[in-house]
């Protein structure tokens, strides 16, 4: 049984069983039911139209997470059906990014809502927001114009990141600041926004104090929470705590479309970021254009997830990861745990650590050989790294994520590791 002691893991869980049997025997919960239906989908599709095959893509089962690289989430069934109808009909995109921000902004609890190309976007419209709040500035100066005018994004040191790209889209110039004096002494008549990023693991300054200062110095601040759900109450917490703007991958824990995210925070900004937005063609982000689609597949994503418990989806991914255990637990030296993050990504990861020298093989070469077999099983990337999970990882560990699995796929992943583990020293 998978076991964890510090306040960082997660406590030993009542796991629900594996059998069909039992599973017909309780109250099975949205989430595992909407994955049934969605593992069983792919089975009854035509060949010909299996993409995938035509073009030579091998599918892979995801025990990584909501990567980009790995195509992120699969969308629920009812986020499909939506989809699918939405492609029938054409509308007025402005109508629909209006109803659609209306919409969200009711069932999440704030004021204004976008649905945008994905988190990155919504960080690019939100700093166009700013930069017009501002300046009283129109679209089309965005960014051309922008190095003459109010400029100055306030960002912690440690939470530079590669998506500060998204705001130096619109020709913002960062200003970095390490200390809480270096933070208050840094806002000028030019600063418009500060970003502070939610999952950044070092920063002297909290969010609360980062979010204070702003306001006392009358600027709006922008929160990145891109991969910060669950849980599910993230989706309203920080714009109740005041934020002005808040951004989330649309793709990962809300389980929409890949390609789309939200923008959540003060109608005057989001109403600022949509005129920044597609199909409004002098705008930067004319080119982060979000289709009919993706609009209402993210609108029917936040629908489905408000019908999930945070408890029961905790429950199964924990589940999960007991089986994968169970298949390892006679591999000499292993010892296995659950970390679970405190910020984005907050699901169990299934930790398992053993002796390289004693097994005969490390954990990389066990990752790269899952990519070798059929089918193919992608690990999470912390897997034989130090740093990537903490102290959580290291050289000797092997990471996997459960909560991107699909039913069966965990005793296909432990019957995997357990052949590549044994294999080595026979």
């Given at each position: ?15 629900l ?5 039992a599973?017909?025997s ?7 039911a909407?994955?049934?239906?969605a ?12 993409y ?7 599918t ?50 704030c004021?204004?809502a ?18 017009m ?17 109010k ?13 500060d790209?998204?705001m ?5 110039k ?47 601040c ?8 669950p ?17 989330f ?20 900004l ?33 629908d489905?997830l ?32 659950i970390?679970?993050?405190e ?11 053993y ?22 099983i992608?690990?999470?990337?912390a ?13 000797n560990?092997?990471v ?7 039913p ?19």
């Amino acid at each position: 049984m998978v076991s964890g002691t510090d306040s960082s893991k997660l406590s030993r869980r009542k796991f629900l069983t594996g059998s069909q049997v039992a599973l017909a025997s309780i109250a099975i919960s949205p989430l595992v039911a909407a994955e049934s239906f969605a593992s069983a989908g792919p089975k009854t599709v035509p060949s010909a139209d299996d993409y995938y095959a035509k073009l030579g893509i091998e599918t892979i089962i995801n025990a990584a997470g909501t990567y980009t690289y790995l195509t992120a989430a699969v969308m629920p069934p009812q986020v499909q059906r939506a989809v699918a109808h939405a492609a029938l009909h054409p509308v007025f995109l402005k109508d629909l990014q209006r109803a659609s921000g209306e919409y969200l902004a009711k069932r999440l609890r704030c004021e204004g809502a976008v649905v945008t190309s994905g988190a990155s976007a919504a960080l690019t419209l939100a700093t166009a927001a700013c930069i017009m709040s501002a300046n009283g500035v129109t679209p089309e100066q965005i960014p051309e114009n922008v190095g003459t005018i109010k400029n100055e994004v306030i960002v912690q040191k440690a939470h530079r990141y590669e998506y500060d790209h998204a705001m130096l889209l619109c020709g913002v110039k960062i200003v970095e600041v390490v200390t809480i004096d270096d933070y208050r002494s840094a806002f000028t008549s030019k600063t418009i926004m500060t970003n502070f990023f939610n999952s950044a693991e070092h920063g002297e300054i909290d969010r609360q104090t980062w979010l204070d200062v702003a306001h006392q110095h009358n600027v709006p601040c922008h929160m990145d929470a891109a991969a910060d759900m669950p849980p599910i109450e993230n989706l309203w917490k920080y714009t109740g705590m005041g934020y002005d703007l808040v951004c989330f991958s649309g793709g990962k824990g809300i389980r929409g479309p890949q390609n789309a995210g939200l923008l959540l925070g003060k109608k005057h900004l989001t109403d600022l970021a949509v005129t920044n937005n597609n199909p409004n063609s002098d705008a930067v982000g004319r080119g982060m254009k979000v289709a009919k689609e993706q609009i209402v597949g993210m609108v029917a994503a936040v629908d489905w997830l408000l019908e999930q418990s945070d408890e029961a989806n905790q429950a199964e991914y924990m589940r999960r990861a007991d089986i994968i255990a169970k298949f390892v637990k006679d591999i000499p030296t292993m010892q296995t745990d659950i970390f679970m993050p405190e910020i984005a990504n907050r699901v169990p990861h299934l930790i398992l650590t053993y002796d390289p020298l004693v097994v005969g093989i490390t954990p990389q070469a066990v990752q790269e050989l899952l990519r070798t077999q059929r089918p193919q099983i992608e690990l999470n990337p912390a897997t034989g790294s130090t740093g990537r999970l903490g102290t959580h990882s290291n050289q000797n560990t092997i990471v996997v994520g459960t909560w991107m699995l699909q039913p069966g796929e965990a005793e296909i992943v432990g019957r995997h590791l357990h052949a590549a583990l044994s294999r080595a020293k026979a």
